[in-house]
């Protein structure tokens, strides 16, 4: 009853938010301007759902964002420079974010680094990496691969736009109905009664960080294709994005608690809220300001649901 609740709340925001915009602009209720809301937001979408995982274990990774433009840096030198197949390139992107994403879990849970600093730390030499790798160039790639994120004919909606929806049906699989999921929980309530039970805590919290890693090798694949070129300047700040997302959709920062499928509700929000900002005409400093405030309404809204489900 309580998801369900979630669901019916979430949905009924992001039919406000659409009314809202539909009244203000009459561009705004269209096929063509929903359609391209929703193709251009998998990469969104899929490093959200990474940061769910993290977030429920207690953990936060500040460096998606990079790891994105890491794997598309390293996409555009192999397709460009190396004349490789986008097939044979793939493992290889989504290889470099699991490592960076395992990386993150092995120094935060062996060293005792909290998540915070450890992922603030790849997520400047993931940048530097990807300048090094282009010699800060972008790479254009084209046709070759932009297929995979342009609308299929007579359907409206991109390959990477449905492989996205997947992901996300993965993710809350994986969270609600397997072992695993259960564990990532509660290592997210309480880690220390989880290794008193005799659970070892330390392969699920690294799991977590390389699956967030795969993702973002994934979401960089992704932004590629929707732009056609591979910019190591891309995706600055997007992971602010995605956290922004889990927090609307409900999942706690302290861990223990969060839904894959409320997090793409955060994600679908922010997308409509920043599309319809956009055709209205406001300037980036007051999208910015009423994003912002979205978020913190979203947080006030959630911790009083808590305290209502505590008194009651």
Same mark, same amino acid.
């Given at each position: ?8 709340g979430?949905s009924?925001v992001?039919a406000?938010?659409i009314?809202?915009?539909?009244l ?21 979408t899929v490093i959200?759902? #990474? ?17 994105l ?14 004349g490789w197949? $986008?097939w044979?390139?793939v ?9 960076c ?7 935060s ?5 909290p998540?915070f600093?450890?992922?603030? #730390? ?5 940048? *530097?990496?990807?300048?090094?790798i282009?010699?800060s160039?972008?790479?254009?790639? #084209?046709s070759?691969?932009?297929w995979? *994120?342009?609308?299929?004919? *007579? ?8 492989l996205? $929806?997947?992901i ?12 695993f999921?259960?564990?990532?929980i509660?290592i ?20 977590v960080?390389?699956i ?13 294709s ?6 190591p300047?891309?995706?600055v700040? $997007? ?13 706690? $920062? ?6 894959v499928?409320n997090?793409?509700? #955060?994600?679908l ?9 956009a ?6 400093p ?5 994003t ?9 809204l959630?911790?009083a649901?808590?305290?209502w489900?505590?008194? *009651?």
């Open positions: 009853m309580s998801s369900l609740l979630q669901y019916a979430l009924g992001l406000l938010l009314l809202i915009f539909s203000m602009s009459t561009n705004f209720l269209t096929v063509r301007t929903l359609t391209s809301v929703a193709n251009q937001i998998p990469d969104l959200a759902v #990474g940061m769910t995982l993290v977030l429920i274990i207690g953990g936060i990774d500040l460096s998606v964002g990079s790891l433009a890491l794997s598309s840096a390293v996409l555009g030198v192999f397709m460009v420079d190396y197949p $986008l044979a390139v493992p290889i992107c989504l290889s470099v974010g699991a490592f994403g395992m990386l993150n879990g092995v120094i849970v062996k060293a005792g680094i998540s600093i450890v992922t603030l #730390g790849m997520l400047e030499m993931a940048r *530097g990496s990807a300048y090094l282009t010699d160039q972008t790479k254009y790639i #084209g070759s691969i932009e995979i *994120g342009a609308p299929i004919k *007579g359907f409206a909606f991109s390959p990477v736009f449905l996205s $929806l997947v996300v049906g993965l993710g809350q699989f994986l969270l609600t109905r397997t072992v999921g259960r564990y990532c509660a997210g309530t309480n880690a220390e009664a989880v290794r008193m039970s005799g659970i070892r805590t330390a392969p699920y919290s690294i799991t960080f390389t967030s890693g795969l993702l973002c090798g994934l979401a960089g694949i992704m932004q590629t929707r732009l056609s070129t591979a910019d300047n891309a995706a700040g $997007l992971e602010l994005a995605a956290i922004a997302a889990c927090v609307i959709g409900g999942t706690s $920062l302290m861990g223990g608690r969060g839904s499928i997090t793409f509700f #955060g994600v929000i922010i997308a409509v809220l920043q599309t319809g900002l055709q209205v005409g406001a300037s980036d007051i999208k910015r300001v009423i912002g405030a979205v978020i913190i309404v979203a947080v006030l959630d911790a649901r808590q305290r489900k505590r008194g *009651g």
